[in-house]
């Protein structure tokens, strides 16, 4: 099985997450010597290629890998880091690198000139490191560990231009929101440990893990009754990890203040990779959910979804409705998961990474040129407002290109990787709910509204963007007018943009159920499949998409816009549903007037109580060193005195006088004589 | 008749001045007076004391020796009040209390 190359997977796929770390330090080391990022580009494609070869090829579709050596001991328990190489992970790992390798050649041109991008490189080489760790690792604290690394590198991605204060204030938002997610996944990470005893991934959740079979004959073991409450708990808590870093609502509110990183970094960070690795753990974890858990898992992604695709419209950054695209898109993943078609769910993964890391970069050329006009023209504007913009596609026909092809594969248009991916995932979600009866049909109905609201929204974005005309048009002269993205930039949007046509993942441009991923993964979710919902629901969602489309053209190119700009219900989507001021009036000013009254409490009643202590014993310290000095030392001192007057008065007698001393002599004598006479 | 008790209150009387002397007087010839009238108190006592005694005259001898005592008593005396006063350029006692404590 490994003709293909010299060095076995494990190895191959060690080196490919150990390169970019490499680069990583060597960058670290280099500083401002080295900015050019080849050294990151070097590591990157190597780590494409290997992963491709060496990695991908020999595993997908045979069995699983695994390696482990042992990290370290604590009494009887031995923890142990190590590879596992199943179909999922070497995926994970291989769209990771696939998407990384255009997004390091873009930034080459996009962060050009930027004063800080041996920094960039480092941070980037770090994501990538910690992003291919991830998605390989055996242990969940190994998991655990890389997850927090993602972070830390978005953290550091979003913060990257630190002297905005915009971006510090979102880095800071991202942090913490992905403090209380991480918190759910250490709090799972201990239930599974404590009830089960184990956290290696195989033993856990593999086809003969705990979670699953069990080892009965061999080693005694019991399959992890499903039902129990701390199963509902540790699905739950998997869960808010997977909220947090996947932006679930309502923990999605820093995703949209992530944009203020770089964009090439939004694309691979906060578009394909990293946020998708919240959904890639649900996956992996996917046999410890019970019904409780995924009916939830379900009900927040639909909510998910809809808020994002909602929010998506009334944006005017450009680079935001991407973001809310992203987090309704995830949405459709994490109802995936739910409804229990998690391969759906990781197809859509695949395709969706591809098509919004174009996306993104597309956005970004277009927001580069757009800085370049503004700074050759001197006006002042946002270069991100799409507003501002408008004629583009004359300008820059390539980028125009790239973008409609991946707005297309967005809005799930028949012959993209969208559609199929989609479509897969609303289908399943009828036929899960037409198995459920009932009340469950509002998912599906969502989901469909969802997907009509994307093409609309998307179909804005364009139309505004590249259609009509250019809102600058009175300060475009021969020399001074957007130019074409450099070769460079466009290059690996025009590799991207053929991923995202059908023949990448499937042969049959229609049938979702004949592409390589769900045929690999086949997950076997409870619910029969229905031959007219593989027919009806396409039709619905295509139609419905050109007619979303159309209502777009109409409105933002043929300028018969009907709605005003005030109206509550587009103040209310472009404000993100008040969430951001939600969050600001309960849980920020509730954890400062909280703070306010800790803060009173500790200085009015403990350091009162303390005061008051203090000023008691004070006192009577005084009272004793009273009773001390006068009456301890006084009854000393009147000893001492009265002995010393005692002294005093017969000392007088000595004074040398032998008279008086005769005198003296004489008297007693005198007396002893009288003492004799009277006796 | 002048009998043995007014020799006794003579010598009483003697004997009482000589001590005021010793005790009062501001000068140390005056105290070596008094020391002498009080050694001839004692003499006088012997002397009465003696006509009980008329085989040995024991009292009469005595009462000789005692007076070539004192004499030699007082030339010590003087002898040393003399050195005194070289020492101290007084003779007055009070001026002379390095016993005192």
């Known amino acids: ?679 | 008749m002048i009998s043995i008790t007014h020799f006794l209150i003579v010598s009483a009387i003697i004997f009482c001045i000589g001590v005021y002397a010793i005790l009062a007087k501001r000068n140390a010839i005056m105290i070596l007076v008094g020391i002498e009238l009080m050694i001839n108190a004692s003499i006088l006592n012997f002397v009465a004391f003696a006509r009980y005694d008329s085989v040995n005259y024991g009292g009469q001898v005595f009462a000789l020796f005692a007076i070539v005592l004192a004499a030699a008593a007082v030339a010590v005396g003087l002898a040393i009040i003399l050195n005194v006063y070289r020492h101290y350029k007084t003779i007055d006692p009070k001026n002379i209390n390095e016993l005192k404590d």
């Open chain 1, 1 to 679: 099985m490994n003709e293909l190359s010299p060095i076995s997977p494990s190895v191959a796929s060690l080196l490919v997450v150990l390169l970019p770390f490499l680069a990583c330090v060597v960058q670290a080391l280099l500083g401002r010597k080295s900015i050019s990022g080849n050294i990151s580009l070097i590591a990157i494609v190597s780590s494409a290629l290997l992963s491709f070869f060496a990695v991908f090829l020999p595993v997908w579709g045979n069995s699983p890998m695994a390696e482990r050596i042992t990290w370290f001991t604590i009494g009887q328990t031995s923890f142990e880091v190590g590879l596992l190489l199943n179909n999922l992970t070497v995926l994970m790992q291989l769209i990771v690198c696939v998407v990384a390798v255009p997004v390091h050649i873009y930034s080459r041109y996009y962060m050009k000139g930027d004063s800080g991008i041996h920094r960039y490189w480092m941070y980037l080489s770090l994501f990538c490191f910690a992003m291919l760790g991830l998605s390989i690792s055996i242990n969940l604290l190994q998991l655990y560990v890389f997850w927090e690394l993602v972070g830390f590198a978005s953290y550091l991605m979003i913060g990257f231009w630190f002297t905005r204060d915009a971006a510090v204030q979102a880095n800071k938002k991202a942090f913490l929101i992905n403090r209380i997610g991480d918190l759910g996944f250490l709090i799972g990470i201990a239930l599974v440990y404590s009830h089960v005893g184990t956290l290696d991934i195989v033993a856990l959740f593999d086809q003969t893990g705990r979670f699953v079979q069990g080892l009965t004959e061999t080693g005694g073991l019991q399959v992890v009754q499903k039902d129990n409450t701390w199963v509902t708990l540790a699905g739950l808590a998997f869960f808010l990890g997977a909220m947090a870093k996947s932006a679930q609502f309502p923990l999605h509110v820093w995703l949209p203040d992530a944009m203020e990183g770089p964009t090439s970094v939004s694309s691979l960070i906060h578009a394909a990779t990293m946020v998708a690795a919240g959904v890639f753990l649900l996956c992996t974890v996917f046999p410890l959910f019970n019904a409780t858990s995924l009916l939830v898992i379900t009900a927040i992604g639909t909510i998910t979804a809809l808020s994002g695709a909602v929010f998506a419209l009334a944006q005017y950054d450009i680079k935001k409705i991407l973001a809310f695209s992203t987090i309704s898109q995830l949405g459709f993943m994490i109802v995936g998961v739910g409804i229990g078609a998690w391969d759906t769910a990781l197809f859509h993964l695949a395709t969706h990474a591809f098509f919004k890391c174009l996306l993104f970069l597309a956005a970004g050329a277009v927001i580069h040129e757009m800085a370049h006009f503004k700074a050759q023209t001197n006006l002042d504007f946002d270069p991100q407002d799409i507003r501002n913009m408008g004629g583009l596609r004359r300008y820059m026909p390539k980028t125009y290109v790239c973008m409609s092809i991946a707005a297309l594969a967005l809005a799930g248009f028949p012959l993209t990787s969208g559609y199929l991916s989609k479509d897969s995932i609303v289908v399943s979600a009828y036929e899960w709910a037409s198995t459920a009866g009932g009340f469950y049909f509002v998912i599906p109905v969502t989901l469909i509204i969802v997907s009509l609201l994307t093409a609309f929204y998307i179909g804005r974005l364009i139309f505004k963007t590249f259609f009509g005309s250019f809102a600058m048009q009175s300060s475009v002269t021969a020399h001074n007018r957007p130019h074409e993205a450099p070769a460079g930039m466009w290059w690996p949007m025009s590799v991207l943009s053929i991923c995202c046509f059908f023949p990448v993942f499937g042969l049959h441009p229609l049938a979702y159920h004949q592409t390589w991923i769900i045929q690999t993964f086949h997950a076997r979710p409870g619910f029969t499949e229905q031959e007219t919902a593989h027919l009806i629901i396409p039709i619905v969602l295509t139609v419905g998409t050109l007619l979303a489309l159309l209502l777009g053209w109409f409105w933002y190119v043929k300028n018969r816009y009907p709605i005003s700009q005030q109206n509550r219900w587009i103040r209310f989507a472009n404000r993100q549903g008040y969430l951001n001021e939600f969050n600001e009036l309960v849980f920020i000013k509730g954890t400062v007037g909280l703070s306010r009254l800790l803060y009173a409490f500790d200085r009015h009643v403990v350091d009162g109580a303390t005061k008051l202590f203090t000023w008691t014993t004070q006192q009577l310290a005084r009272l004793i060193h009273w009773f001390d000095a006068n009456i301890v030392d006084g009854i000393v001192n009147w000893i001492a005195n009265g002995t010393y007057y005692m002294g005093h008065l017969v000392r007088q007698v000595q004074n040398g006088q032998l008279q008086n001393y005769l005198g003296f002599a004489l008297t007693i004598v005198i007396l002893g004589i009288l003492y004799l006479i009277i006796k």
